[in-house]
């Protein structure tokens, strides 16, 4: 039996790896979406194809995406409150 390795990994190379993946995942959807329209003319079969390969392309690299790096709520952003009685100096 292969022993189990655990691995840590800084945040910012998480980050790194978390970009790199989400630019792969746009830039494959638009190589297959342009492609899809190319073939558009071809054959409804064939666009079909090419639609569900998008999908698939772009849920299995989200997926990893997060594994690598779960998608990090932004900060709330400060609020500003209103207080009655007092001059702003």
Not at 22 to 27: A, D, P, T, Y
């Amino acid at each position: 039996m292969l022993p189990y390795v655990t691995v840590e990994i800084d945040d910012r190379l998480r980050r790194r790896l978390r970009s790199k993946g989400e630019r792969l995942r746009l830039n494959l959807r638009a190589y297959l979406l342009t492609a899809a329209d190319e073939v558009d003319v071809a054959s409804t079969k064939v666009r079909g194809f090419c639609d569900r390969a998008v999908r698939r392309v772009d849920s299995v690299v989200a997926s990893v995406n997060d594994r690598i790096a779960p998608h990090e709520p932004a900060e709330t952003p400060p609020r500003l409150r209103l207080v009655s009685g007092r001059e702003a100096g």
